[in-house]
């Protein structure tokens, strides 16, 4: 999964469309080395796996954590 698809930001952090560019910089460098028969199919998906929760795991759940904490209770 590459973009929304694969994790939303929470609008309080924003940067939506430019981790879906990044996540397609990933997503598109496996892909190409998959075609050049550098890697498995099995191998171009754990990479990119890898890569997505390196880059964008702990942004995302930094971004849930803030918006919990200032969510007003009424
Ligand atoms: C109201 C709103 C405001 C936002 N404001 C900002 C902002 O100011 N700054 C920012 O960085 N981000 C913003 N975002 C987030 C940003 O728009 C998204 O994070 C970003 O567009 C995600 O890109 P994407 O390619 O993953 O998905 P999308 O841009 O949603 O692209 C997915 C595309 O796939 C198409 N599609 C869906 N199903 C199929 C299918 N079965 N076959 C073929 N095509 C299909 C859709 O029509 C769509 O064109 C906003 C989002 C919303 C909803």
Redesign the pocket.
């Known amino acids: 999964m ?5 994790g ?2 929470t ?1 309080l952090c ?8 990044h ?2 910089k990933l997503v598109a460098e496996q892909v190409n080395l998959f075609l050049q028969d550098r890697v498995t199919r099995q191998q171009m998906e754990q990479h990119y796996t890898n890569l997505w929760q390196q880059q964008f795991a702990k942004r995302l759940k930094m971004g849930r954590v803030i918006q919990r904490s200032l969510v007003i209770h009424g």
């Open positions: 590459v973009g929304d698809a694969a939303m930001i609008p924003g940067n939506g469309m430019s981790m879906a560019l996540a397609s």
